[in-house]
């Protein structure tokens, strides 16, 4: 099946496979082509161009895009999509004062997701996280991570894993997994920590890793949570199995969690909310990626991870969502794209690199998505008519997306 798109009026983000990253100044740089075509075959980009070099071609269906930009779908690089109800009740409860902190300190937070998603069946688990995903991508997304860690123990952790992979499976889009069973300590292991930890390494990992349901390892580095030490053994744990890190770390405190997960070779490091020099400094020189998630500060009222002063360093960044119950009940990355440039102070091009290249790179999907490259995997947005590409994060609160392909089926 091909499929001809053509009048483009902005072609985004079109570059050579061999471009897996942007990092500081190059961020500036979103390269684009005016009067654009695309051709689509199957699940692939065939080619492009401009109209005046469009060549004779035989195809399926054409389409015009007239006054339209068309971009690689989104690459949301860290979501914990896979989820039971909702925690409503605690929004409400910070509204009226209560923190973040104190609400998960009395049993809520992640221990709440975590009892409801035990005693919820993989089938239901799987359909609430199906009507999740569909919608992520009527919004853009065509390429998402997920995250384990509502399980918090072995059975429930396999659990989500398996909705994960069946997702991706389904509905034919990039899913890539990531096992964070150190997302929380259970109300059981309250006072043995080490004994989670032991749990997670001995039982949990290699269970997971035997039937092939992970491809990163994550731990939630923070006060309250997980240690700097408990994150280096997890680490290095998940290594023994060929599991790459992708850590929580600096969303309150600025514990070393990064340089630790520097140490480690993490592909990604998250949230980054409270940022130190030292922090910077151990991201210079390294392939880790740091990872901003403008929506959990929104939601949170927490700071903004400090983009600017981490391009300027001239490091890389990505933007994801978090989608998550707790923290980020959205998986809209126009939104986060638009929140990048309001409150971190990103350009529309840094912010659009941050959550299409530099997304791809975060969950290790550089070579098949994050760019309009041939051979690369047939995502794409197409925007209703807009001025440029800067009305993407300008009118923030509009929906400007006409049509979604992802792998080349049409998702909108
Ligand atoms: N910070 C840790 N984990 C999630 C939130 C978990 C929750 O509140 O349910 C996050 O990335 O924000
Ligand atoms: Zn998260």
Known sequence: MKTLLTNISQLLQAREPSVT??????????????????????????????????????????????????????????????YAGNREQEFVDRIKGK????????????LNSA???????????????????????????????????????TEAEIKMLRVARKLGKEYDVAVKTSFLGAHAVPQEFKNNKEGYVELICTEMLPKIVS???????DVFCE????????????????????????????????IGGIAEGVKQEALSVDHLEVLQNKDIEAL?????????????????????????????????????TDYNPGSTPSGNMNFVVATACIKMKLTPEEAINAATINGAYAMGLSETHGSITKGKSASLIVTKEIPSYGF?????????????????????
């Open 223 to 254: 006060d309250g949570y997980f240690s700097v030490e408990d994150t280096r053994k997890i680490l290095s744990e998940g290594k023994k199995y060929n599991l790459q890190g992708k850590i929580h770390v600096n969303q309150f405190n600025a």
């Open 392 to 412: 993407i994060p300008y009118a923030f609160g509009s929906d400007l997306i006409d049509m979604v392909f992802v792998n080349g089926k049409r998702r909108k």
């Open 21 to 82: 990253l942007v990092k500081g100044k190059e961020m500036e740089t979103l390269p684009l082509l005016n009067n654009a075509w695309i051709l689509l075959n199957d699940t692939v980009i065939e080619d492009y161009g401009t109209m005046e070099n469009l060549p004779q071609l035989e195809v399926n269906e054409t389409i015009d895009c007239t006054g339209k930009t068309v971009l690689p779908t989104w690459c949301d690089s860290h979501t914990h999509l896979v």
């Open 99 to 110: 923190t973040y902190q104190e609400i998960a300190a009395s049993g809520g937070g992640i």
């Open 211 to 217: 039937e092939k349901l992970a491809d990163y390892i």
């Open 115 to 153: 009892k409801k998603l035990q005693i919820t069946s993989e089938d239901s688990l799987y359909i609430q996280a199906a009507k999740r995903l569909e919608e992520v991508m009527q919004m853009g997304t065509g390429a998402i991570e997920i995250k384990s860690g509502y399980g918090l123990t």
């Open 284 to 320: 210079k020189g390294s392939n880790t990626m740091p990872v901003a998630l403008p929506s959990c500060s929104y939601f949170l009222s927490i700071p903004y991870t400090p983009g600017r002063q981490i391009i300027d360093a001239g490091l890389p960044l990505a933007l994801a």
